[in-house]
Each structure stands twice: as structure tokens, then as C-alpha cells.
């Protein structure tokens, strides 16, 4: 085989930038993205090694900035090249990428190509920089056997339904919640421990019902801001305490009732970050479940949750098939639970 013929056979990888702070400068202003994907992918080493690679600018962004329509841009730029590609990699600044990897998670189930999302906690172009590791291990992954959306970083490759950013400064930001890495890569190669399962073409749905909202409970509060949540929203997700409930005084179960009267959806998470929701343990959730019928995330992600909602909203209103949905595992989110029969 000639240098021509190899070339040939290397597995096509399309990048696709958002911005981050992987593709940042600093300005007087603080940290910004001002590298073109283009620039940033040149800079990215050994990537010729696995693929080749092309790459298209959607967005320069603070992922601060990120809202449901750019996940709807990645998403119809992955269907729009998807038959021309092997594998996709997508570069996103690390404050909201785990909720882009949960929504691109929905939005394109049973992939049987890899969609790769990766960042950085320092940009490129600085002399201490984890940009260029994380960007060739991406490229790795997504030029091998990983099925479906997951994110790579510092080695580590997790489950686009299982990540949660838990360091804000380290190199180590990602964590995989309630669920095994899928693997790690070292020096170049991939040594996977899971493989996701997944069919033999993409489901892509571009729909979402952006109305659901989150609030997180805090000891004290009162009812007002869960009422004003949700007359603006379809659906709530309650972060609460422990393994679930909320509080029996300041009318939060009477407001919890009259609203779900109402048709809007309910679910009780946790504040805790491992071992997820069991309401069925505490008074102060019990009844919640068996006489309002709320649902509860379990070992779900918030982020997870959320992206969930909006999926599963955008198709259905109804209450029994939206617990139906909610409790079926889309790409592992979630153990099956008895309430998921
Ligand atoms: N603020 C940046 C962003 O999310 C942080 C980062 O990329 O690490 O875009």
C-alpha cells in the first residue's frame, strides 16, 4: 500500500467549533474565543495519525452563552454531514458541555458513529495548556469504535447522560455520575471498558420544548418562586435535599398539587451529586410520589434530566406518556426502574 493508499483508508473526522475557552485569547477583557476552528485544528497535534480531518466554524462562543437553538445548530450540522463523515468532534467551552453532550445525547439516539465533545480549562495557545491533549484524544476516539455522543477529556471518556462538570480550575474537570467511564486514552490509544450500545443508523430530532425550568431548594424558601416557575414553564425540576422531598410547612405539597392539576410536569432531583433520588424513603417524599404522582430523576444528572424534558415535551403532553418516556434509558441515562414497567 502506498502513502496515497493509506491516506484513503484513514477514517474522516469532521470538527466542529463553538468556541470555548480551548479556542480563546486573552483580550483586556478577560479570556474570549478568537481562534477560527480552522487555526485551532492546525494547532492540534498527531491528528493526522488517526483521521482525516475537516472543520467547520458554527459558533465562537462563551458556552455561558450556549442556549437550546445552538444545540439544535450542532445537531443539524452533524445530520447535515453525517453519511460523509466516520466521526465528529465537537470543541465547546467546559462550563455547559455537559449539557450539550445530555441534549445531543436525546437529539441523536443509537449513533452509530462517534460524536465526540471535548474543551479545555486553559486555551491553546498558552505554555501550559491540556487544549492539545484533549483535542488528539478526541480525534482518537472519534476515529475508532465509540458509538453515540460522549465527551473526552483529561483521558477520560465518559457518557454524553452521565457527565458533570465537578472542577472548575483543574485539568480534571469532567466527572462520569452514577455510571463507569467508558474508557480512558493514553499516549494515543484508546483503551475501552464499555461500549455503548447503539443501532445501525442515527434517530435525529431537532424538536425541543425549551419551558422547563430548575430550581434548586434552599432551607427557608418559600413557595413563590416555584410558583413563578411554573406559570412561565411546562415542566419543573426541583433540586432538593438528600435523597428527596420537600419541605411539609409553606404550602409546597398544595403547590406542587394545584399545579400538576394544571398539566405541568414535575420532577424531584437531588442536590447531592452521587447516588441520585429515592423519594420513596422520607415522608417528606413519599407522599409526593404516591399521592401526587410527581416523577423523580433517580441516578439521573440534573443536566441530564433538563435535556430529558425538553426532548420529551416537544413530542407528547400527556402525563402517563411523558412518565412512560421518562423512565425508559436513552443512552444509559438512567438505571430501569420500576416505575420504567
Ligand atoms: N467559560 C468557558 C466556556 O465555557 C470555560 C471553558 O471553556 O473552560 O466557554
Redesign the pocket.
Known amino acids: 500500500m502506498d502513502g496515497q493508499e493509506i491516506a484513503e483508508k484513514r477514517k474522516r473526522v469532521l470538527m466542529i467549533g463553538t468556541?470555548?475557552?480551548?479556542a480563546?485569547e486573552l483580550t483586556d477583557d478577560g479570556l474570549a474565543p478568537g481562534l477560527t476552528t480552522e487555526q485551532l485544528l492546525k494547532r492540534a497535534p498527531g491528528i493526522g495519525a488517526f483521521c482525516r480531518a475537516d472543520c467547520v466554524q458554527l459558533f465562537a462562543?462563551?458556552?455561558?452563552n450556549m442556549t437550546p437553538a445552538h444545540w439544535q445548530g450542532i445537531v443539524r450540522c452533524i445530520r447535515e454531514n453525517y453519511d460523509r463523515y466516520d466521526g465528529f468532534v465537537i470543541t465547546h467551552?467546559?462550563?455547559?458541555?455537559a449539557y450539550t453532550a445530555a441534549a445531543l445525547s436525546y437529539m441523536i439516539q443509537d449513533s452509530p458513529k462517534p460524536i465526540v465533545l471535548t474543551?479545555?480549562?486553559k486555551p491553546i495557545g498558552f505554555d501550559s495548556t491540556d487544549s492539545k491533549e484533549n483535542l488528539s484524544d478526541a480525534f482518537c476516539c472519534a476515529s475508532g469504535d465509540f458509538p453515540g455522543v460522549s465527551i473526552v477529556f483529561d483521558h477520560k471518556i465518559i457518557l454524553g447522560t452521565r457527565a458533570k462538570k465537578t472542577h472548575s480550575k483543574s485539568y480534571s474537570?469532567f466527572s462520569s455520575i452514577n455510571y463507569p467511564e467508558l474508557g480512558v486514552v493514553r499516549d494515543g490509544l484508546a483503551l475501552r471498558f464499555i461500549r455503548q450500545e447503539c443501532g445501525a443508523a442515527p434517530a435525529f430530532c431537532e424538536e425541543l420544548d425549551t419551558k422547563v425550568a430548575l430550581v434548586k431548594l434552599t432551607p427557608g424558601m418559600g413557595r413563590e418562586l416555584l410558583d413563578f416557575l411554573f406559570a412561565r414553564n411546562d415542566a419543573l425540576v426541583i433540586e432538593s435535599f438528600g435523597v428527596g422531598g420537600v419541605p411539609e410547612t409553606g404550602g409546597f405539597y398544595e403547590c406542587l398539587a394545584s399545579w400538576k392539576t394544571l398539566g405541568k410536569i414535575v420532577v424531584l432531583t437531588t442536590q447531592v451529586e452521587n447516588e441520585g433520588s429515592d423519594l420513596a424513603v422520607y415522608h417528606v417524599g413519599h407522599r409526593l410520589k404516591n399521592d401526587l404522582g410527581v416523577l423523580e430523576a433517580y441516578d439521573m444528572t440534573t443536566e441530564a434530566v433538563l435535556a430529558k424534558l425538553m426532548w420529551i415535551l416537544a413530542g407528547t403532553r400527556d402525563p402517563e406518556e411523558v412518565a412512560r418516556r421518562f423512565y425508559t434509558p436513552v443512552a444509559m441515562d438512567m438505571f430501569p426502574h420500576r416505575d420504567g414497567r
Open positions: 468556541g470555548g475557552t480551548i480563546s462562543l462563551d458556552s455561558t467551552g467546559t462550563d455547559t458541555l474543551g479545555a480549562q474537570a
